[in-house]
């Protein structure tokens, strides 16, 4: 017969170790060529869900010749840290001066299932115009894969995972529990 104990710290240590990866999802790195425009002009970003389930697209790490925001919506942070934006109807109309690379992570977490899907885009503006629709994009839909579309100008590739510190906690925590179990064990 199985001891309680036994049962019990193995069931702890088997949550410990997945807590933290419930909710993870795809992680990209973006790059936006602007060599071909010159003078200022605009990156706007774009997340939009049609369903009731919420998810977060989270933002980090930005490179490139940002200026003031022109306009936001479901937006918290800003290209100086990390930025937060909700399947809610999120967008961010940023000033940039034309001319270089810009690039960014991006990371999305939210309800595996019962969501109608998710698009993530990136637009070139000047002025009240679009330079580029569409210069990158990705769709996230229940059960699939998800779908990267990328212009002449874009360039999206999955980035390395890069653990969480919750995560990081929850796998130092699992391996206390084991260790601990095996150090009892062993008496």
Same mark, same amino acid.
């Given at each position: 017969m199985m001891n309680?104990?036994?049962l019990f710290s193995r069931a702890l240590l088997a949550l410990a170790l997945v807590s933290g990866s419930v909710f993870a999802g795809p992680m990209y790195h973006v790059s936006i060529s602007t060599k071909?425009?010159? &003078? *200022?002009?605009?990156?706007?970003?774009?997340?939009?869900?049609?369903?009731? *389930?919420? +998810?977060?697209?989270?933002? +980090?790490?930005?490179? =490139?010749?940002? &200026? *003031?925001?022109?306009d936001a919506s479901g937006v918290t942070?800003?290209? *100086? =840290?990390?930025?937060?934006?909700?399947?809610?109807?999120?967008?961010l109309w940023q000033a940039v001066t034309f001319g270089g690379l810009f690039s960014f992570d991006i990371a999305f977490d939210g309800p595996s299932s019962g969501f109608d899907g998710t698009t993530f885009a990136v637009n070139l503006t000047q002025g009240q115009d679009y330079l580029v629709a569409g210069a990158a994009q990705i769709d996230l839909l229940p059960g699939a894969e998800p779908v990267v579309t990328a212009g002449d100008i874009a360039l999206v590739t999955p980035a390395a995972d890069v653990p969480e510190p919750s995560t990081l906690l929850s796998v130092f925590t699992g391996i206390g529990l084991l260790g601990f179990t095996l150090r009892r064990r062993a008496r």
């Open positions: 309680f104990k036994t071909s425009f010159s &003078g *200022d002009g605009g990156l706007e970003l774009t997340y939009a869900g049609a369903g009731a *389930d919420l +998810s977060t697209a989270t933002l +980090s790490n930005f490179g =490139g010749a940002f &200026g *003031d925001v022109l942070g800003g290209v *100086d =840290g990390t930025l937060s934006m909700s399947s809610a109807q999120s967008w």
